[in-house]
């Protein structure tokens, strides 16, 4: 299993950015996929999931509005569309799948909302 991020950056707040999450090694239009994030000095907390055919999204209630998850099973890639960024929501984003007992994580992309 491989999980690539890209997209991450430097952004103004208010701004906005789409992450990419491209998946390799297993047969991505099976799996539920999720974007988590981890703050410095902070927990690694939940952003978004998304069922395996794009049909369901869920939501951490301070991304609801603002962030949209969504998927190309053609391409075996899962995005994370973030607008209105704020400072608060600078930190390592990651995509996971959760593979039998195991997860699975990708090396983060950096996102930093600043002035």
């Known amino acids: 299993v491989q999980l690539v991020e890209s997209g991450g950056g430097l952004v103004q707040p208010g701004g906005s950015l789409r992450l990419s999450c491209a998946a390799s090694?297993?047969?991505?239009?099976?799996?539920?996929m999720s974007w988590n994030r981890q703050a410095p000095g902070k927990e690694r907390e939940l952003v978004a999931t998304i069922t395996s055919d794009g049909g369901g999204t869920n939501y951490a209630d301070s991304m609801k509005g603002r962030f949209t998850i969504s998927r190309d099973n053609a391409k075996n890639t899962v995005y994370l569309q973030m607008n209105n960024l704020k400072p608060e929501d600078t930190a390592v984003y990651y995509c996971n799948v959760k593979w039998g007992p195991i997860t699975y994580w990708g090396q983060g992309t950096q996102v930093t909302v600043s002035a």
């Open positions: 090694g297993f047969t991505f239009s099976s799996y539920v």
